[in-house]
């Protein structure tokens, strides 16, 4: 199991899946989308750490397909529980993982390449 501390950071893949802290993320902070030159968005997201108050990670999901976020003003964008899942065998392209919420079924992000920063 991945003990976080800030200055760690992680590039998401198969391997992460299994071995990261996702039910430590409930709350986000911040959420930004990012529009390049490329036709698909990046998604930003600011997430403090449940278990240390102290510490925030910072999502950066690349090459988004799907954005499903709750309708504004009905609940915070939050999770009761963090889930991630390879999701290249509903081969879509551009679509490698999926994180969702198993209990509310949103948000939901499917993306093809990310990174997670601790601060």
């Given at each position: 199991?991945?003990h ?11 391997d992460?899946?299994?071995?990261f ?6 709350n986000?902070d ?13 998604i ?29 003003g009905?609940?915070?964008l ?42």
């Amino acid at each position: 199991m991945i003990h976080l501390s800030p200055g760690q950071s992680y590039e998401i893949s198969d391997d992460l899946i299994s071995d990261f802290p996702w039910y430590d993320f409930l709350n986000v902070d911040r959420f930004t989308i990012l529009c390049s030159d490329s036709c698909l968005p990046s998604i930003e997201m600011v997430i403090p750490v449940v278990s240390q108050p102290s510490v925030t990670a910072l999502f950066l999901l690349h090459d988004v397909t799907e954005c499903i976020l709750p309708p504004v003003g009905y609940k915070r964008l939050q999770f009761s529980e963090m889930n991630l899942e390879n999701f290249r065998s509903h081969q879509l392209e551009n679509s490698t993982y999926k994180i969702f919420d198993g209990d509310f079924i949103e948000p939901s992000f499917l993306f093809n390449r990310g990174e997670i920063f601790i601060s």
